[in-house]
């Protein structure tokens, strides 16, 4: 992980035995020793402002250097704060 972060990669994270399973994909924010915070995005590239943590006893996948990560990974971006634009048209 921390190889990966120092990269500046996006990954893609996969509990796969949890009840509802999870599929999460983006950057690699912080890690600690029993976790590892990702800014999530969306199919639209949108990242998350706050951070998913995700457990290592949870993980069952990780995926990187993956076509399908570098193609959406092009599309990434903020949202834009809409208080600012609309304060911007007053």
């Known amino acids: 992980m921390k190889s990966l972060k120092n990269e500046n990669k996006n990954i893609i994270i996969e509990c796969e035995t949890l009840e509802t399973g999870s599929f999460i994909i983006g ?45 959406f990974s092009k599309y990434t971006r903020m949202r834009k704060n809409d208080n600012v634009s609309k304060s911007a048209i007053r």
């Open 27 to 71: 950057s690699i924010e912080q890690i600690t020793n029993e976790s590892v915070f990702i800014r999530y995005f969306n199919a639209v590239g949108f990242f998350d402002e706050e951070l998913t943590k995700i457990d290592f006893s949870s993980i069952t996948k990780i995926t990187f250097d993956d076509r399908y990560i570098d193609i």
